[in-house]
T-cell receptor, first 113, second 117 residues
Framework: DVKVTQSSRYLVKRTGEKVFLECVQD?????MFWYRQDPGLGLRLIYF???????EKGDIPEGYSVSREKKERFSLILESASTNQTSMYLC????????????FGNGTRLTVT | AQTVTQSQPEMSVQEAETVTLSCTYD???????LFWYKQPPSRQMILVIR??????QNATENRFSVNFQKAAKSFSLKISDSQLGDAAMYFC??????????????FGKGTHLIIQP
């Protein structure tokens, strides 16, 4: 079974802190994704990576950056956390083929105070 | 940009009955991919069913089936013999054709499905 592991299930940070959310997958997937999930808004794509060191902006990249130094690991970085970044963050991975499903981690619920 | 619309924020069904969740999408592509995901309270996103637009035959996975109407850009999910374990948020998602540009699924806002015992 594909396993996508997010390092934290719950995280509480202060405004202005630098926050790292880590994601690791074990299926040698080329593609990795970070989504943000908010009630009533569904899932929105923050960033996408199709290879090591390669990244593309999604629909809502402002305030976020990403890092992919190894194929299995994809990090989401909040350079200076703000309260409006309080949300559920979901990492996913997949092969780059249309019908290949995205496999998701369990999510990190981030609260910024 | 593609959009996916789920017009039912919440649905309720009696156990053992059938329920249909609606999904429409907007695209100018002729081939693409459609998915339904389920998210129970555990927060784990679980793939329910998937369909390639090029194939007209409706996908089926046990009690789950879709009604894919390409011309109408509609991709509804039918759950037969509803069970308590089906209670979850259901998300419809669209994926553009592969090759060039950003990948990733575009999700609808979700439908909260309640199963009444």
């Amino acid at each position: 079974d594909v396993k996508v592991t997010q390092s934290s299930r719950y995280l509480v940070k202060r405004t202005g802190e630098k926050v790292f959310l880590e994601c690791v997958q074990d299926m040698d997937h080329e593609n990795m994704f970070w989504y943000r999930q908010d009630p009533g808004l569904g899932l929105r794509l923050i960033y996408f990576s199709y290879d090591v060191k390669m990244k593309e902006k999604g629909d809502i990249p402002e305030g976020y950056s990403v890092s992919r130094e190894k194929k299995e690991r994809f990090s989401l970085i909040l350079e200076s956390a703000s309260t409006n970044q309080t949300s559920m963050y979901l990492c996913a991975s997949s092969f780059p083929r249309g019908l290949s499903p995205l496999h998701f981690g369990n999510g990190t619920r981030l609260t910024v105070t | 940009a593609q959009t996916v619309t789920q017009s039912q924020p919440e649905m309720s069904v009696q156990e053992a009955e059938t329920v249909t969740l609606s999904c429409t999408y907007d695209t100018s592509e002729s081939d693409y991919y459609l998915f339904w995901y389920k998210q129970p309270p555990s927060r784990q996103m679980i793939l329910v069913i998937r369909q390639e637009a090029y194939k007209q035959q409706n996908a089926t996975e046990n009690r789950f089936s879709v009604n894919f109407q390409k011309a109408a850009k509609s991709f509804s999910l039918k759950i037969s013999d509803s069970q308590l374990g089906d209670a979850a948020m259901y998300f419809c998602a669209y994926r553009r054709p592969t090759g060039g540009g950003a990948d990733g699924l575009t999700f609808g806002k979700g439908t909260h499905l309640i199963i009444q015992p």
